[in-house]
């Protein structure tokens, strides 16, 4: 498959991550489900933390919120000057992508003096949970392991153009803000915080191995990725092997650590393929257990009951 081709074809994990696949977009995520509504909340909240969103950066990622339909601007008040940003049922439903998230970091991302960061409430029971993922149709819980893809690759049409194609693939520069957030930590950020991390991410859950393979796959420059593999390893969620016949070629495969990841990546993907793609039967990650396709929730650890968007606090 040459490069130009490779570069067309879409998958639901590559359109969703052109949305996700930014710091800052997480962090105003992350402030919206917390109620931020204007402009100015936002800027607020974000020096709060000691990390100040430059303003063109605020307005760019705001504007695309409301054009891919997770934002909309709605009068303040009835008859008001004044508008808000709010969540859409689009927007809403990646609380489950933020979720994941926290309780990655909560295990694997510990704060400066080895201490969890924080704790997710599910307020129906009283108990601190840590997500299980759930296969809907049988109940079971689910891991990478558990999965198969079948997939039918297609052109890119004009909204996945418009989403693949937007200038946002260098590293956010909020990875390198050292602020008081207790969200999306150093460590997180250097796995998801830039496109082409979370792209690359996405490939590895989808069999994607061999360096040439992931350049093929990705279409993305050489030296880009030797960087984000390098970075990966550093991160103990990748392993470097050398192959059997050829040692000079290298493959590479998720750690344990890096299989964790699969929440993030699998409500990613099922995210994209109900909201962006035209054709989500052409892009299907089966649950071997029962056979039907996989559409993750989540279950608290504790009581086992279904979570949902309304009975899960984080604490702090």
């Not at 998230?101 to 991302?109: L, P, V």
């Not at 470097?240 to 650590?257: A, I, N, V």
């Not at 990613?268 to 052409?282: F, K, Q, Y």
């Amino acid at each position: 498959m040459s490069k130009d081709k490779s570069a067309q074809l879409i998958t639901p994990a590559r359109l969703a991550q052109a949305v996700t696949g930014d710091a800052w977009t997480l962090h105003i995520l992350r402030h919206a489900f917390r109620g931020a509504r204007r402009y100015s909340q936002w800027r607020e909240l974000f020096t709060s933390e000691g990390m100040p969103i430059p303003e063109p950066v605020l307005s760019d990622r705001l504007s695309r919120l409301v054009s891919y339909q997770i934002l909309e601007r709605q009068p303040a008040a009835p008859q008001g000057v004044h508008r808000e940003y709010r969540l859409t049922d689009r927007g809403l439903e990646l609380w489950t992508l933020l979720i994941s998230i926290r309780d990655w970091e909560a295990r694997y991302a510990k704060g400066r003096r080895g201490k969890t960061t924080s704790m997710i409430l599910h307020t129906s029971c009283g108990h601190a949970t840590h997500p299980v993922l759930i296969c809907t149709h049988c109940g079971e819980k689910v891991t990478a392991r558990d999965t198969r893809l079948e997939m039918i690759a297609t052109r890119s049409s004009a909204l996945a153009a418009k989403l693949v194609n937007v200038p946002n693939t260098r590293r956010s520069n909020a990875v390198g803000r050292g602020g008081r957030s207790k969200f999306l930590q150093s460590q997180t950020l250097q796995i998801i915080g830039d496109r082409w991390s979370n792209m690359l991410l996405g490939a590895l859950f989808l069999g994607k191995h061999g360096f040439d393979e992931l350049r093929l796959f990705l279409a993305i420059p050489p030296a880009i990725l030797s960087n984000r593999l390098a970075k990966f390893v550093t991160l103990g969620i990748l392993r470097k092997e050398s192959h059997d016949e050829t040692p000079r070629r290298k493959f590479y495969r998720l750690t344990e650590k890096g299989l964790e990841l699969f929440s993030i990546v699998i409500f990613t993907v099922d995210w994209g393929n109900r909201w962006l793609t035209a054709h989500p039967e052409n892009f299907r990650i089966l649950h071997t257990t029962c056979g039907a396709t996989l559409r993750p929730s989540l279950n608290c650890s504790h009581c086992h009951e279904h979570l949902q968007r309304q009975t899960v606090q984080l604490i702090p």
